[in-house]
């Protein structure tokens, strides 16, 4: 990644099976506290943290691209010497899957993909000068849920402290835009590992249409919404979730749409 940087991931689960689980931009392991719980007698869950967050005393250097945080994942499993894992990722995390397998087919067992960016992703802010007050703050946050109240007041409070860091403003800012920067329609028709998307019907940051263009381009996939659940699944309808990806992780069906 052009400097070192700690690898960072909590582990948790039983089974034989590793699972990879990436956040999304704002998010961390914690978001998928919930379905590692539900399906963790059969699966073994490294859950990352991605070198975005707000760590006191980092030097958030210039961002050069998702690339940089699909090499992280890919010094993570070599570390780990995993020969094959089902990957699964969130809004950012969703994007850094899909490149990481198009990267490494032939170490993807299966593909999970929620909310994900890479074809498209509306701005919280829409283009205008990000405000920083609290109220403005829970607004704009609470756009991910369907459901307003998962948008707690710790959620908040944190969002606000990364928003007041000047520097890490700005480095969130680059971030962002480089997801929507990389777009990856031409790129999905070589994705033909099993591959199951998951989207909220609700999700007004990546729209359902955009998961019409997902399952669209990618051969082997299938889909299913979540009633009722915005950008963030794993966090709004976690049991919902974790049924689907059992499922899907158990069986082999032809692919599909689930509405």
Known sequence: MGESVPLRYLEYGHGATPVILLHGLFGGPGNWTRIMEDLADDYYFFAVQFPIDHCEGRCHRKFRGVDELTDYVEELIDQLQLDKVILCGNSLGGQVAVDYSLRHPDKVDRLIITGSAGLFERSLNEGKR????????????????YDERHCTEEIVEDVYRMLHDRRFARFLI???????????????????????????????????????????????????????????????????FARLMREFLEDSAPAQVVR
Request: hydrophobic share 35%; proline share 10%; charged share 30%.
């Open 130 to 145: 990000p405000q920083i007050d609290r109220d403005t703050i829970r607004q704009r946050a609470s756009e991910i849920f």
């Open 174 to 240: 680059r971030v962002a835009k480089a997801t929507r920067d990389r777009n990856m329609k031409d790129d999905l028709s070589r994705l033909h590992m099993p591959t199951l998307i998951i989207w909220g019907r609700n999700d007004i940051i990546t729209p359902p249409f955009v998961a019409e263009e997902f399952h669209e381009g990618i051969p082997n996939a299938r889909l299913a919404y979540i009633e009722e659940c915005g950008h963030a699944p794993p966090i709004e309808q976690p049991d919902e």
